[in-house]
């Protein structure tokens, strides 16, 4: 397999889709491989969520997660999605894997600009990541810090995974 760069920045802009009646998607395409006829896309997703934050006295949330999706353009093999860095490394070639992370920041910018959820909820996909994985979870901090949140609750949940509750600011 030869997957091959398809950008060499960040998009000027997204297009934003609603997924159902719960959920926003961004889905950028980022790498191709002509032999397998096979498309790399990070999706950023923007999803509603009816569930309980007891400490904080919160019963519905938005929860934003991304993942790399492998699509066979051909339709002779299922769909692939991982939010594993190592299983997504073979499908991401050198020259796109620096700018996965400021693609992942500018889809939730646009989501959060969309969308205008009050609170933003995240969680790591693994327990007890290493420091040099939650980079891009301090950077998805800022980046929402950048856009009028502030965090409201930080920690560890049932299953030993880092998640983070973000506010967003009122405005007069």
């Known amino acids: 397999m030869a997957f091959v760069s398809l950008i060499s920045g960040i ?4 297009s934003i889709e609603a997924d159902g009646d719960t959920a926003h998607v961004v ?21 509603y969520t009816q569930a309980t934050l ?3 006295n919160i019963a519905s949330f938005h929860e934003f997660s991304f993942t790399i999706l492998v699509v066979s353009l051909s339709d002779d ?3 692939y ?36 959820p009050t609170v933003i909820y995240r969680v790591t996909k693994s327990r007890s990541p290493p420091e040099k994985a939650l980079q891009k979870d301090v950077l998805l901090t800022r980046t929402l810090e950048d856009e009028g949140y502030a965090v409201m609750e930080t920690g560890t949940d049932l299953w030993g995974r880092r ?9 007069v």
């Open 27 to 47: 889905l950028v395409p980022v790498a191709y491989c002509d032999v397998s006829d096979r498309l790399v896309q990070v999706e950023s997703r923007l999803t």
């Open 11 to 14: 998009p000027a802009s997204f």
């Open 77 to 79: 093999t299922p769909t």
């Open 54 to 56: 007891p400490r904080l």
């Open 81 to 116: 999605e991982t939010q594993d860095r190592t299983y997504a490394r073979p499908y991401l070639p050198d020259a796109c894997r620096p700018l996965i992370m400021p693609i992942v920041s500018a889809c939730l910018r646009a989501l959060v600009a969309h969308v205008r």
């Open 163 to 171: 998640f983070w509750v973000l506010r967003r600011a009122l405005t």
